[in-house]
């Protein structure tokens, strides 16, 4: 490529970044430009739930690259440029008042949080979390202590909330609608495992519950004082965070006819429908070749590798993603990372190799006796022997399995 072919990456992520960091190690001598919707470099979103969230890392520490990064590469970081349109036939992309010519273009453009859409939803006190400047304002509005919290969903995103919530001195209540955390995620046993964790912890857990509004003070407009379950009870809240999932970004995609169905449509090298446009994050409904159809995930890995395969496929280099998903999370003195295809993990047999109430264990998820995803929590160094049992797709003893005196590499030559 020469210094004359454009590349545009749209997008204030993860994604984002990685790209564009990868266009770059490919030694592509193109001109780059990342049009990124929020005044500050792409970033990444996990601490926004942790470490941010909970004080402990500065707004910084989400940053993967930053502004004096970019420059030093030559690509032209464009903060606060939202784009609005996109002409896939001329080419052409329009963000800040200006339409920039490309060559080849990739969609970044992630995700937003679900809102609570019965009455109430947009009183005063109702958050929710996505952003560097959501999770400032919440953690402003939690770090006070002694408030009632009252967190809709209990979700990762929910119960990430509610355990720092409380941890600023906070009385906190988790809203869900199954009758365990986390079961369509990880089973009944292991959401039972994050139950307990908060329970110990002093949350209060209402599941098989719904909301039906979100009160304000004085039964009326203004601050939320008040959550409504559909049985009629009135849970009191000063504040109320909404986690009950997030929606791809596709309308800049749709509206140019680019082929959208839960999310951006992608082939396995990340092309969308539209010639020379690719989309790589949580926007991204990728085709994987493991799988054989087609895998949208929203968690920090995928768009650390995806946005990188991404920004190889940029740079003209044959893609094929094939990533298995990755997600952690920190909860108190809990820390996890998963691995696994969870569409196949719903339903399969689970192995446990640990013990499950000391929170100390990794579990695993078989089908047919191969192992389809797995989970270490409070066990470390791993995970990467997880992800080898599961690209190797052997059939395995689950009794092997569950020991934890036979070594889970030496499982790969059984």
Known sequence: MSAHHRIVIVGGGLAAARAAESVRSEGVDASVTVLAAEARPPYERPPLSKGYLLGTDDAASTIPLDAAWYAAHDITLRAGAEATELDTAAHTVRAGGETLAYDQLLLATGASPRRFTGPGGSLTGVYTLRTLHDSTVLRAAIARGGRHVVVIGSGWIGLEVAAAAITYGNTVTVIGHGSIPLEAAVGPVIGEVFAELHRANG????????????????????????????????????????????????????????????????????????????????????????????????????????????????????????????????????????????????????????????????????????????????????????????????????????????????????
Do not use: C
């Open 203 to 414: 949350v209060e857990l209402r599941m098989d519950s719904g909301v039906s509004a979100i009160r304000g003070a004085g039964h009326g407009s203004g601050h939320v004082d008040g959550v409504v379950l559909r049985t009629g009870e009135v849970l009191d809240a000063d504040l109320v965070v909404v986690g009950i999932g997030a929606t791809p970004n596709t309308t800049l995609a749709a509206a140019s006819g680019i082929t959208v169905d839960n999310g951006i449509v992608t082939d396995a090298g990340l092309r969308t429908s539209a010639p020379d446009v690719f989309a790589a994050g949580d926007v991204a409904n990728a085709y994987h070749p493991v799988l054989g159809r087609r895998l949208r995930v929203e968690h920090w890995a995928n768009a650390d590798k995806q946005g990188a395969a991404a920004g190889r496929a940029l740079a003209g280099v044959d893609v094929e993603y094939a990533e298995i998903p990755y997600f952690f999370t920190d909860q108190f003195d809990l820390g996890m990372e998963y691995s696994g295809y969870g569409t196949l993990a719903a339903g399969g047999d689970l192995v446990v190799r640990g013990d499950l109430a000391s929170r100390e264990f990794v579990a695993f998820w078989l089908r047919d006796r191969h192992v389809v995803a797995g989970m270490n929590v409070n066990v470390w160094d791993v995970n990467e022997s997880v992800q080898k049992l599961i690209r190797a797709g052997v059939r395995l003893d689950p009794a092997a399995l569950a020991d934890p005196g036979v070594a889970l590499d030496s499982l790969l030559a059984a």
